[in-house]
């Protein structure tokens, strides 16, 4: 991708207390753009003019019912709403959520399907600024993927990895994959969605056959969906993304997921800090996500935004002002 066309939402209570959410549509996972979103926001935003926010679970349910198919514009307003509410409470979001987590979170990082001496350059490069968690998008094609993991796990002897295929592999296929990397052993933390969204019987093989932890990430964006993959025995872990499931739905797949006894861990789509702030907040809240996939705003060339939690290396600080602590930057100037 070269671009993130995303948008930022306000919501201003009756008291004076603002709050800022972000719409990350990602077209290629559940059809949303950003012109259908914005309707979307505006449409929903009229509802909730007049409604108490500290009903707010009330107010996105009501969301939900409305617009099942537009999480990312129900994420937005919902992270607004919640913004503005833990800044008229004076808390930081993560106390909001529990405030599980002693102190600074790790993000890993994304390294795309890329040429080898490309994966590898880039590989070094976040290596050498102290990350030690690497994503590893696979499900291209078998052999130059297993090549690629192979020679970043040797020139980065310290990193462990969370494998993604998003959806790249038949179910012989990725357990084919599991076996041609199995002399990594534990420096695989888990391989996410190595077959189709659709397929959960194949998921529940791969994880039948496999030692490696398996996530699902888009075969889970409901509750429903969660339930599904939880009674067919199909995964050990369950990836979170606000923006494909709605804040609120997300925190109830995380509930179910974690009553069950699966791992979490929590990601996004191209975001900027404002929405990896709010999935910040869960992870600080929660305490004790199995990992975290937080590194989108280290990608973008700008940061659109101020205050809030920093990057520092792979560390994410954690803010004491109230809310996600952050706002636009100029936001006059961008409508
Ligand atoms: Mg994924």
Redo the contacts with the bound molecule.
């Keep these: 991708m070269h671009a993130a066309q995303n948008l930022f939402v306000r919501v201003r209570l009756a008291g004076g207390a603002t709050g800022y959410g972000e719409v990350a549509p990602f077209t290629a996972l559940t059809g949303e753009h950003r012109a259908a979103s914005e309707r979307a926001c505006r449409e929903l935003a009229e509802r909730l003019l007049g409604k108490s926010a500290a009903r707010y679970r009330a107010v996105s349910r009501q969301m939900q019912e409305e617009r099942p198919g537009e999480p990312a514009a129900r994420c937005g307003l919902e992270t607004a709403l919640l913004d503005a509410l833990c800044r008229a409470a004076g808390i930081p979001m993560w106390a909001w959520w529990g405030g599980g987590a002693s102190g600074p979170l790790e993000t890993d990082v994304t390294i795309p399907i890329l040429p080898l001496p490309r994966a590898l350059e880039l590989a070094r490069q976040w290596y050498g600024r102290g990350f030690r968690a690497f994503?590893l998008k696979i499900g291209a094609q078998i052999e130059a993927d297993v090549e690629r993991v192979l020679r970043i796990a040797e020139a980065c002897p310290e990193v462990r990895f969370l494998l993604?295929a998003?959806q790249g592999f038949t179910p012989d296929e990725a357990v084919a994959v599991l076996h041609k990397l199995h002399r990594l052993g534990e420096r695989v933390l888990l391989f996410?969605?190595p077959v189709a969204k659709n397929d959960i019987q194949g998921l529940a093989s791969v994880r039948a056959r496999s030692t490696i932890l398996i996530?699902a990430?888009?075969a889970v964006a409901t509750v429903a969906d969660a339930r599904r993959v939880i009674e067919a025995s199909a995964a050990d872990v369950i990836?979170l993304k606000i923006t494909k499931s709605g804040l609120l739905e997300t925190l109830d797949i995380a509930t179910m997921a974690r009553t069950a006894g699966l791992k979490l861990t929590i990601?996004g789509m191209v975001e900027t800090r404002l929405a990896m702030g709010c999935s910040l907040a869960i992870a600080l809240g929660w305490g004790d996500l199995y990992a975290l996939?937080l590194d989108t705003p280290l990608l973008l060339a700008e940061d659109p935004l101020v205050g809030g939690y920093r990057y520092e290396g792979p560390r994410m600080t954690v803010w004491q002002a109230p809310g996600l602590g952050m706002e636009p930057r100029a936001p006059a100037s961008r409508g």
């Design positions: 994503k993604d998003n996410e969605q996530s990430d888009e990836n990601g996939d």
